[in-house]
């Protein structure tokens, strides 16, 4: 019943998160080619500190409701050249993620460091049950559920859509078992932006 109820919630908060404007589902096609080319041509300069500071407090107080700490650092003034709505569903996806495979007690950590000028980079990590060495290089795979997972309802799709978006905005993303719990780490390149009119 537990964990019934504690899914609930999150689907109440994917609820919340769309009336406010930053959650919407991946559509099925995410990662194709012109996909990608489609988004790509509307990136914009986002305003990534905004994106961190809404998505940490909407999953806030569920986090407190199912026993779990949740804290975020954000840097200021933080911009990134990419789609608003998909970065803010992949960061979504992270945090529902280690709120969905984790106990109660577990603390979440949600940090954005980094500036305009020289890249940001965005980590979500936990410390709760360890991840196997022979789960990690898969977690991002469609459809793979790790061990910490098999308990607990999902798709097996969440960290390979992050893993689609970080590729169409040329993010690194990197998986760290920190035994105990996972580090995800999104290290965006410098925004781009046009040479100043002379």
């Known amino acids: 019943m537990r964990g019934r109820w504690r899914i609930t919630k999150l689907r109440s908060t994917r609820r919340l998160a769309r009336r406010k404007g930053c959650w919407r589902p991946f559509p099925p096609y995410c990662g194709s080619l012109?996909?990608?080319?489609?988004?790509?041509?509307?990136?914009?300069d986002v305003d990534l500190t905004a994106v961190t500071e809404a998505i940490s407090d909407a999953y806030r107080l569920d986090a407190e409701d199912a026993d779990h700490q949740l804290v975020a650092t954000i840097a200021e003034g933080v911009v990134v050249s990419g789609d608003q709505e998909l970065l803010?569903?992949?960061?979504?996806?992270?945090?529902?993620?280690?709120?969905?495979?984790?106990?109660?007690?577990t603390?979440?950590?949600?940090?954005?460091?980094?500036?305009?000028?020289?890249?940001?980079?965005?980590?979500?990590?936990?410390?709760?049950?360890?991840?196997?060495?022979?789960?990690?290089?898969?977690?991002?795979?469609?459809?793979?559920?790790?061990?910490?997972?098999?308990?607990?309802?999902?798709?097996?799709?969440?960290?390979?859509?992050?893993?689609?978006v970080a590729e169409?905005?040329?993010?690194?993303l990197s998986l760290v078992?920190?035994?105990?719990?996972?580090?995800?780490?999104?290290?965006f390149p410098v925004a781009k932006r046009p040479p100043p009119d002379t």
């Open 34 to 44: 012109r996909w990608k080319g489609h988004r790509r041509a509307g990136f914009t």
């Open 88 to 105: 803010t569903q992949a960061l979504a996806n992270l945090v529902e993620n280690a709120l969905r495979h984790t106990p109660p007690g």
């Open 107 to 164: 603390h979440i950590n949600v940090r954005l460091e980094g500036s305009s000028a020289a890249g940001a980079l965005l980590l979500v990590e936990d410390d709760g049950p360890a991840v196997a060495g022979a789960d990690l290089p898969r977690l991002t795979d469609r459809f793979y559920c790790g061990e910490r997972s098999r308990t607990t309802p999902g798709n097996g799709l969440g960290l390979s859509l992050v893993n689609a």
């Open 168 to 172: 169409l905005h040329g993010a690194e």
């Open 177 to 187: 078992a920190t035994r105990p719990g996972l580090r995800v780490r999104l290290a």
